[in-house]
C-alpha cells in the first residue's frame, strides 16, 4: 500500500537510491536533507515534495506524511524523531525496509570499528574466486536499496554487507547467513553515550 513517507537524510548515494526505490514501489517521498545545497536528482516529480532544510518541524509537516524513514546516517535520537514517536508515527529505517525484499539473498554482514571495508572486499574476492558471484554492499558498495531496486540483476549472488553501527541501530528483519564483528574500538561517541552503548549497537 502506497504511503507518504518523509525521507530524512536524502542526500548522498543510499539517500538518492532509497529514494527511487520508495517511489519504485508507489509511495510519494517528501524529500529532506539538512543541507540547502542538496537537491533531488532522478525522481518522478508527480510522487515528490522537497522539504526545505530549514523545514523539519513536526508541527509544520504533521498530516503530511504517513511515516517517516531514514538513511544511515540519521540518528534515531534526533529531536524530530523522538518528537514523531512520541504521536506514534511510525518509524523505519532503510535497512528494515530493504530487509523483507533480500530473504532470497544469502548474506555476510561484516561490522567492527576499523577494516570493514577491506574484510567486505577480500570476502567478496575470496567467494569470486571460489566461483561464488558476490556483490559488496551496505555502507560499502552498493546501497541495498540498489540491490532491491535492480533484484534481478543480483538474484543467485551472495551478498557481502558491510554493516555500520548505524545501520545496525534498527535492522529490521534482516537475516544474515553468516556475521563478522571485527573490533570495537571508542569511535562515534558524539552519537553514542559510551563505548557500551556503541558496542551494543553493532551486537
Known amino acids: 500500500m502506497a504511503e507518504r513517507m518523509l525521507l530524512i537524510g536524502a542526500a548522498g548515494k543510499t539517500g538518492a537510491s532509497y529514494a527511487r526505490l520508495l517511489q519504485a514501489h508507489g509511495n510519494h517521498v517528501l524529500w529532506y536533507d539538512k543541507n540547502p545545497a542538496a537537491v533531488p536528482e532522478q525522481l518522478d516529480s508527480t510522487k515528490l515534495t522537497v522539504v526545505p532544510s530549514d523545514g523539519l518541524d513536526i508541527a509544520r509537516l504533521r498530516g503530511q506524511f504517513d511515516r517517516i ?3 544511515p546516517g540519521v540518528p534515531l535520537a534526533h529531536s524530530f524523531i523522538a ?9 523505519i529505517s532503510e535497512v528494515a525496509y530493504c530487509a523483507p525484499y533480500l530473504r532470497d539473498f544469502k548474506i555476510i554482514g561484516i561490522t567492527g570499528t576499523d577494516g570493514k571495508s577491506t574484510t567486505t572486499t577480500l570476502v567478496a574476492q575470496i567467494l569470486r574466486s571460489l566461483g561464488v558471484a ?3 554492499c551496505g555502507n560499502f558498495g ?3 536499496s540498489e540491490i532491491v531496486l535492480n533484484k534481478p540483476a543480483y538474484d543467485g549472488k551472495a551478498l557481502v554487507c558491510e554493516l555500520s553501527s548505524y545501520q545496525l541501530e534498527e ?6 547467513d553468516a556475521a563478522i564483528f571485527l573490533n570495537l574500538a571508542p569511535d562515534h561517541l558524539n552519537r ?7 558496542g551494543l549497537a553493532k551486537w
Open 69 to 71: 524513514t531514514l538513511t
Open 83 to 91: 518528537a514523531a514517536r512520541a504521536e506514534n508515527i511510525p518509524v
Open 134 to 136: 558476490a556483490v559488496e
Open 142 to 144: 552498493l546501497p541495498l
Open 171 to 176: 535492522p529490521g528483519e534482516l537475516a544474515l
Open 192 to 198: 553514542y553515550r559510551d563505548i557500551a552503548e556503541y
